[in-house]
């Protein structure tokens, strides 16, 4: 079974461009999450959606950030105008189920962003 | 001038020794407890999870012990091998039923 699929892996962007970073979930499963790490620190939520509609967004910056999950295809989590802080590891996860209990976030393996 | 990341607690152990992770948690509402192992490079693999309903469970060379009095959550590994070095995350749901609150992380080394 193929897991989390994340794509690129790294991604080099200078200040000021647009980041689009994509994940295709689990097979099955119809629940995408996106989380922000910041070296050493733990992954912080960003977004939880499901196939066209965003649940909960409240991790994500007002400005800038915005994230979608289609009908058909993979979830894209789209950055405008990039600044250095942007620069982190992002997670997709996803699940069979919104609720959390009994059915663990799979995770994939992320895609580390870099802004010169 | 540019802050300095904090250091992530360390677990040094000898191949073959027994390793307890520990982890607080905050949220008395949360009910869902979950412990990921991330390797360099890599995304949070799932090791074990808990509910709230539970104090112990345990599965192929883990145990995961939760003490709801004090919000306190450990991950036991069995004869700790070389291939267990990683960061170990607690996460939480906090209630929310998706929305994961993460820890900082334990980062194990193990010395062969």
């Known amino acids: 079974n193929a897991g989390v699929m994340q794509n690129p892996r790294h991604l080099v962007r200078r200040r000021g461009q647009e980041a689009r970073l994509r994940c295709s979930p689990m097979?099955?499963?119809?629940?995408v999450y996106w989380y922000r790490q910041l070296p050493e620190e733990g992954l912080k939520f960003m977004v939880y959606?499901?196939?066209?509609?965003?649940?909960?967004e409240s991790g994500m910056p007002k400005e800038r950030f915005s994230a979608e999950f289609p009908k058909e295809g993979p979830s894209i989590l789209r950055i405008q105008q990039v600044v250095r802080g942007d620069s982190a590891a992002y997670f997709c996860?996803?699940?069979?189920?919104?609720?959390?209990?009994?059915?663990?976030?799979?995770f994939g393996d992320g895609t580390r962003l870099s802004i010169l | 001038g540019e802050s300095v990341g904090l250091h992530l607690p360390t677990l040094s152990v000898q191949e073959g020794d027994n390793s307890i992770i520990n982890c607080a948690y905050s949220?008395?509402?949360?009910?869902?407890f979950i412990w990921y192992k991330q390797e360099s490079g890599k995304g949070p693999q799932f090791i074990i999870d808990?509910?709230?309903?539970?104090d112990k469970r345990q599965g192929q060379r883990v145990t995961v012990l939760l003490n709801k009095t004090v919000k306190h959550l450990s991950l036991q590994i069995a004869a700790t091998q070389p291939g267990d070095s990683a960061v170990y995350f607690c996460?939480?749901?906090?209630?929310?039923?998706?929305?994961?609150?993460f820890g900082k992380g334990t980062l194990l080394t193990v010395n062969p």
């Open positions: 996860a996803s699940s069979p189920r919104g609720t959390v209990s009994n059915q663990p976030q799979h």
């Open positions: 097979k099955g499963h119809s629940h």
């Open positions: 959606l499901q196939k066209e509609n965003i649940i909960d």
């Open positions: 949220n008395s509402a949360s009910d869902y």
């Open positions: 808990i509910r709230s309903n539970m």
């Open positions: 996460a939480e749901s906090g209630g929310s039923n998706y929305k994961l609150t």
